[in-house]
């Protein structure tokens, strides 16, 4: 049996690893749990993107890690991208689309699934705050300051990281399970080197200097993505979530850790801004998309659900996998688990009880609709006229694959 690749794309912000911070968080050894349990061999490997490129030089990343997997065997292709990494995957095998790539790619028959997962296939309200005045500023200088303050050689960095951390956990002495603050301090800046400090400045100077992904990430950014990939024959599912209305209760119940009293505010702010959807822009699930959100939840999303950066409803795209009751960044691993075979702090502290059983149930689904579609000789056919009637498999309308 050929091996079969899995590649995973990461999103905004997105990187492979920073330190021994890993984006997707104990994702490839569930998945090649899965995939060995099945008897199927799997090579899971990721693509590190530019933090906020445009979705077009992000694409070509993907395109080009494709030809490198293409060049390993000749087993299928299966993407697995989290947020804007799934518009950088479908640009990406879009064999329509012109990518700066500096390989060619033409092995477009052997990808035969794409999971989307928290993708804003429709934008979001988030992107169009931070795409105007205000927010571009706020990106660029917070970018601007953080790498100018790795990058001052005078100051004893380090030694004050050290200060910090001992100070915070004498803030919340009797909370004995590490949090985010811990996770941050062991990967990343217990051992600020000069190589490390300087990856991350880079890092940060991305962040602050290329702001093209911004504005394709809006409403009508992605209408015009949307209407310009033409959809190859692959087979699309999705990963929906949405995470808890922020409120002062759920404020309150961060007493004791730092690090969520610090960011719970932010991810109110968020969340507001995401539960900003105009139907003209997002429209609802139909068909058997409804049928499986009806499964999972027992309701449909409302126009304001939302994952704390992407509208519910903005995410379906093909079958639906999953629907989890979770935030943006914890179904890929940050959600706060503290199991001894790899500590990830809750980098969006949400509350919404998302757990290492639902971050197990959630890749496991991911896993068996990849392996659901192993055995088929060619992905089903894609039709290309939009506007047609939705078929059981929720083919184009409104260009909802």
Known sequence: MPKHHVLLVPGFFGFGSLGEISYFAGIRPLLEQR??????????????????????????????????LAADGDGPIHIIGHS???????????????????????AYDRVRTLVTVCCSH??????????????????????????????????PLAFLLRVAHGLLRLWRPFRRAPNTFDELYAKLVRDLSDERRGELAQFSRSVSSDEALVFQLTPAGCDLLNACTAEPAVRYGSVVARSARPSWRG????FG?????????????????????????????????????????GELPSPHDNDGISPTNSQ????????????????????GSTE?????????????????ADFERLWSDVAAFILSGAEAATPPAVPSEQGTARTDHDLPIDNRS
């Open 84 to 106: 804007t990494g799934g518009l950088d995957a479908r640009l990406a095998i879009a064999p329509t689309a012109s990518l700066p790539v500096l390989v060619k790619f033409e």
């Open 340 to 356: 001894a075979s790899g500590h990830a702090g809750d980098w969006l502290p949400s509350r919404s009880g998302f757990g290492l």
């Open 122 to 155: 429709f934008g979001s309200p988030v992107a169009t705050f931070f795409s105007g005045s205000m927010g571009r500023r706020l990106l660029r200088v917070g970018g601007r300051y953080l790498a100018w303050a790795l990058e001052q050689r005078g100051v």
């Open 316 to 335: 379906i795209w093909g079958e639906l996998v999953h629907a989890a009751q979770a935030d943006h960044l914890d179904v890929v691993g940050h959600f």
């Open 35 to 68: 995939f060995a349990t099945a008897g199927v061999r799997v090579l899971v490997s990721e693509v590190p993107t530019l933090p906020t490129a445009s979705i077009r030089v992000r694409a070509a990343r993907v395109r080009e890690a494709l030809a490198r």
């Open 251 to 254: 404020f309150l119940q961060h």
């Open 257 to 297: 850790d730092p690090y969520a009293q610090l960011v719970y505010p932010l991810y109110a702010f968020l969340y507001r801004l995401a539960a900003r959807q105009d139907k003209r822009w997002i429209p609802e699930a139909v068909g058997s998309q409804r049928t499986r959100l009806l499964e999972f939840w």
